[in-house]
């Protein structure tokens, strides 16, 4: 390896930082070639090549500058720093270290097998367009486009190398996914002890490894649990290094920023919460004697890395994601305004899958103990409890702020300080009981044991349901269909059903068929009606509510000649698959499509 001196680093950084410049200023855009956009979408404001080059140039500038200043980092003080130590127990008794080292690759192991099991049921929209749009995407073409929100950066790039290894599986789909979700569990530990003791902080993944809504997740290829895994992590290190100011934490804290950014575009809010936590850090300091100059100096620094090393991943892509943006997320159908009453139900649905049909009532001694525990994990350690909860208050004020639409999965971060904050509550109650029972000693460790084994049982038991339920049952239809529907039949699928539709006929070697066709507007409905005169259809619908207000006039034709005759349930909200059937067995699908056109439109 080789090691510079100051003035051999300086002159490189020199080197470097003219030689980025001249590439910036001399490369063209031939290499740019992103993915196009839907149909219909405005145009990007600029062009992605021009950024990339003006950051180049950005980046140039920087290291010229490092290598003129030269700057030395020195070690802060003790008291510019904040202490924050693992929790132990005094006085009550703990876990060993071997103890529960082995306990916790025991929760980690279930909460493994939880989430293999199932892992290659039925894929829903959001990961089928996944596949249509980025399947087999270069990197540098997923790094430079941004068509759909659904491209979570780290996730489509590992998810297309998982596919070319193992094949185009469902469980393949997903493999990134759920690596990510299973290494949550012991994170949650290695958080967890910087406020509560060993035991506690095993209950809080076991909570985790047992969780419905991070199993969920964890078989949904998308960037929502290496979302949780890198923001824990981010979390983690934040803290040692406000601790320890030591280089090692302050490198690894800027790059899971880094991978948490780019595996979901929403963990800027973490980012940002980490931010406006400093202005709190820097009080904190003044108050015990140190410099909270040197303290800011520090943490603008591990910033502006940490920002600028994000910005290289997105900047390509950032007028597409502009676009993509202001478009969907404006638009009612994509999603609920926060404080309306579908946001509402939409939550409480959630929620009520997670403890199982009937069981939410149970679950709210469950909320009344994280509310109780919080408390307690903000006594100990005030950066880590906001770091959990800040992200999704500053997102709902920029959803307000902007009139944007929003969906509950945006808040599962919120997870994390609930698992935490139910252990601490658990914690204090045994403490209570050792103190104020007579026979605590005995009593509270087994009061302990049955409060975490009734919460875990209570999500295991709703899990039951969700293993029987596909996420969006497009192959169980086509089997049914396949089984059940007359040779002179025609199928068709409407709006959003046509994509998962068509992408499991091809899967299931059914495209050959003349019997499967595809009709996102009425128009379109018409067209293939008039070129098969002589046939009945099924139509097949999922996403009621989006159908509704995206394309009323296509859900009127088919509440009027057609009727539902088959539903199959689905555990992401409203995204059961309906089978519609002609009122008017015998009558042709134009014939039914005719009658429901009023007369001056015909």
């Known amino acids: 390896m080789v090691h510079l001196n100051r003035r051999q680093f300086a002159w490189f950084a020199i080197a470097a930082g003219l030689g980025l410049c001249a590439l910036s200023l001399l490369s063209g855009n031939q290499w740019f070639n992103p993915l196009p956009m839907s149909p219909g979408s405005p145009e990007a404001p600029l062009s992605g090549a021009t950024l990339f ?49 082995i306990l916790l690759v ?34 540098l073409e997923v790094m430079v486009s941004y068509s759909s929100s659904n491209n979570h950066l780290l996730n489509t790039w590992l998810t297309n190398i998982s596919v070319a290894t193992f094949g185009d599986h469902e469980w393949a789909i997903r493999l990134p996914a759920l690596i990510f979700g299973v290494a949550c569990v012991p994170v949650v530990y290695l958080l967890a002890r910087r406020v509560l003791p060993r035991w506690p902080s095993l209950v809080a993944s ?24 890198f923001s824990m992590l981010a979390t983690y290190y934040l803290i040692r290094g406000l601790d320890s100011d030591s280089k090692n934490m302050w490198l690894a804290y800027v790059l899971v920023t880094c991978a948490n950014i780019v595996s979901l575009a929403t963990a800027a809010f973490v980012f940002l919460a980490h931010m406006v936590i400093s202005l709190g850090v820097l009080a904190q300091v003044r108050s015990q004697g140190g410099s909270p100059r040197h303290t800011a100096g520090r943490l603008v620094s591990v910033f502006a890395v940490a920002c600028l090393g994000a910005l290289h991943f997105y900047v390509a892509a950032l007028p ?85 639409t929003i969906t509950p999965r945006f808040f599962l971060p919120l997870l994390i300080p609930t698992v935490l904050a139910c252990a601490r509550a658990i914690e204090g109650a045994v403490a209570w009981m050792r103190q104020s029972h007579r026979r605590g000693e005995q009593v509270a460790p087994a009061a302990a044991g049955l409060a ?83 046939r009945p259809a099924i139509l097949v619908t999922t996403f009621p509510r989006a159908l509704r207000l995206s394309r009323p006039e296509l859900k009127e034709a088919v509440d009027i000649g057609w009727q539902p005759f088959r539903r199959f349930r689905a555990t992401v909200g409203d995204a059961q698959i309906t089978l519609w059937e002609q009122k008017s067995p015998h009558s042709s699908c134009l014939q039914v499509l005719e009658a429901t056109t009023p007369t001056d439109q015909r």
């Open 53 to 101: 080059r003006i950051l180049l140039a950005f980046d140039g500038v920087i290291l010229i500058s490092l290598g003129i200043w030269r700057p030395r980092l020195q070690k802060l003080a003790p008291t510019s720093r904040i202490a924050s130590p693992v929790i132990e127990a005094p006085g009550q008794p703990d876990l060993s270290v071997r103890t529960s080292s």
């Open 106 to 139: 025991f929760v980690t192991l279930i909460g493994a097998t939880l989430r293999l099991y199932g892992l290659d049921s039925e894929l829903w929209l959001d990961e089928i367009i996944h596949r249509l749009i980025y399947g087999g995407s270069t990197l």
């Open 206 to 229: 076991a909570l985790l490894a047992v969780s419905y809504h991070h199993i969920f997740f964890t078989q949904n290829s998308r960037g929502y649990t290496a979302h949780l895994l």
């Open 320 to 404: 597409q994601m502009w676009v993509v943006m202001r478009t969907v997320y404006s638009q009612s159908h994509s999603g609920y305004r926060l404080f309306s009453a579908e946001f509402s139900a939409e939550l409480n649905r959630g929620l009520a899958s997670g403890f199982g049909p009937g069981l939410l009532v149970a679950a709210l001694p469950l909320l009344a103990m994280a509310s109780l525990g919080l408390w307690g994990i903000w006594t100990r350690n005030w950066i880590l409890t906001s770091s959990c909860i800040l992200p999704s208050i500053l997102l709902s004020i920029f959803v307000i702020a902007r009139d944007l």
């Open 452 to 534: 975490v084994a009734a919460i875990m049982a209570l999500s295991v038991f709703s899990l039951r349901d969700y293993y029987r339920t596909p996420k969006q049952p497009f192959r169980t239809s086509i089997e049914h269909l396949e089984s059940t529907r007359r040779p002179d039949q025609i199928v068709i699928a409407l709006h959003n059903a046509r994509r998962g539709i068509r992408f499991y006929v091809g899967k299931m070697g059914l495209g050959s068929q003349d019997s499967y066709f595809y009709a996102p507007t009425r128009a379109d409905l018409l067209n293939i009606c008039q070129r098969q005169p002589d």
